[in-house]
């Protein structure tokens, strides 16, 4: 009886456990693609270069590059040259080029369908027919990090049931201290349509303070400056003043400092001595702009100017993101593939364009060209030669290049979802932020490499390089 009893014990697990439940496929071997621990560390890549801190873009070059980046891209405003008015033709066409009704089904709350209502809400909200001439005495400065917006809304809205991380009525941010002209007031005076100096969008009118061209203009220039080089970092904490406790300012991002305040007088009810005084924006009740002293502590990631250009420092900078969650269109205090690029180079002083489609296309910097009509040889060839800095540009998405290796170019990008091909096939490799992959390994499906879809690729250090 007992030999009869283990054999159905035995026959029954046999056909139970492959259907258990929380049975898992076996892990792929990432090791035989180099996916390796030591490789999402910038110790790694810096120790392969042999000049890391060679200059290779003086101020110079850098303020004439952005110069020709601001007058040259549509989407980008140089207030030096910014019209003293804006006619309400003008701001229609940017508004209805943003904010245009959604044609396929958006969803909400996991799994309920925006409706025709809610959308004629949004339309709506626009006040299109009360449009006005805008001019340079209605400028603003975002008062903390706030989200540029597709439409006047906060409603969240994605393009299938589930999900959570691209809201597709969220486009960018804006950071404390940045300049913004305001072009026009929705309907119901909660949101602004904003012109930044790379996007256009809507933005929740409380976290604009308003004042007039000029002055926003010379506060944002104002010298000497400190600029922030850490992924992000915060003002220090002040007990009772809300609006510049902790706020946080992210890489690129500078204030402008006070040289005069004597250490006998606190900031904020806290002494000077270990931080430093930054003027920092806030919004008063009437809408107006303030400036306030508040501290940065000495101990956060900031410098006394843009890092210089080179390839160490792009790897460095870089690295400060690694394993941050994707954001798309900034959201969830993070950001997407092209602002985490952005961000990158501006920490060095050089200005990009916000989205992927508006950097890839710019011949503003050196454009490699990647056609339809290249083979698979001629495609890697030109791979192979891709430097540390370089942009690859696949449809809707950008990587940078911080190395090259037996396998190929690596590359660190904030991305939501990824595929490696290795010995095995192919697998799903989940990120939803920023990692470091092979790029020549990297694929959507079986058969689907990245190496056929990449479209471009923007060497912005010199080619003489």
């Known amino acids: 009886m007992m030999l009869m009893l283990r054999s159905i014990l035995a026959a029954s697990l046999m056909v139970i456990t492959p259907l258990a439940p929380g049975y898992e496929p076996p892990e792929p071997d990432w090791n035989s693609g180099g996916i390796s621990a030591e490789k999402q560390s910038s110790a790694y890549w810096l120790q392969r270069i042999p000049d890391p801190d060679t200059v290779l873009l003086q101020n110079a070059a850098i303020e004439e590059s952005n110069r020709h980046l601001l007058a040259s891209e549509s989407g980008m405003a140089d207030w030096q040259v910014w019209p003293k008015q804006v006619s309400r033709d003008v701001i229609r066409q940017k508004i209805e080029a943003l904010s245009k009704r959604p044609q396929a089904p958006l969803f909400k709350n996991a799994n309920l369908t925006v409706s025709a209502e809610e959308i004629d809400a949004w339309m709506a909200n626009l006040d299109l027919d009360n449009i006005m001439d805008a001019d340079d005495r209605l400028f603003g400065m975002a008062v903390k990090r706030s989200p540029l ?126 931080a430093w005084i930054v003027d920092y924006p806030l919004r008063l009740d009437n809408g107006r702009l303030h400036i306030k002293p508040v501290l940065i502590p000495r101990s956060a990631d900031t410098s006394d100017a843009p890092l210089p250009a080179t390839r160490g420092n792009l790897i460095r900078q870089s690295f400060k993101f690694i394993g941050e969650r994707y954001g798309w269109g900034h959201d969830y205090n993070g950001r997407d593939c092209s602002g985490f690029v952005s961000e990158v180079y501006r920490s060095l002083g050089i200005l990009l364009p916000r989205n992927t489609g508006e950097q890839q296309r710019t011949t503003n910097f050196h454009r490699i060209a990647f056609t339809p009509q290249m083979s698979q040889t001629q495609r890697l060839a030109q791979l192979r030669q891709l430097r540390i800095g370089d942009l690859v540009y696949i449809p809707g998405h950008v990587m940078m290049v911080i190395g090259q290796d037996s396998q190929g170019p690596w590359v660190i990008h904030d991305s939501q979802n990824s595929g490696i091909v290795l010995a095995s096939g192919f697998h799903a490799l989940p990120t939803n932020g920023v990692a470091v992959t092979p790029l020549l390994a990297m694929a959507f499906g079986p058969g689907k490499p990245y190496l056929d879809a990449i479209s471009a690729v923007q060497r912005i250090f010199p080619e003489s390089r």
């Open 149 to 274: 917006r597709r439409f006047p809304s906060e409603q969240r809205a994605f393009d299938r049931k589930g999900g959570i991380d691209i809201d597709r009525l969220q486009e960018s941010a804006i950071f404390p201290g940045t300049p913004v002209a305001v072009l026009h007031e929705s309907k119901d005076r909660q949101w602004l349509f904003v012109q930044s100096e790379n996007y256009a969008a809507w933005v929740k009118a409380d976290t604009v303070g308003l004042a007039s061209r000029q002055f926003v203009v010379a506060h944002a220039a104002r010298q000497p400056r400190r600029w922030v080089t850490g992924s992000q970092i915060r003002t220090v904490f002040h007990p009772y003043a809300k609006e510049v406790s902790e706020q946080v300012l992210d890489m690129g991002s500078s204030l402008p400092v006070r040289t005069d305040w004597p250490l006998s007088k606190p900031v904020n009810g806290q002494g000077s001595l270990g």
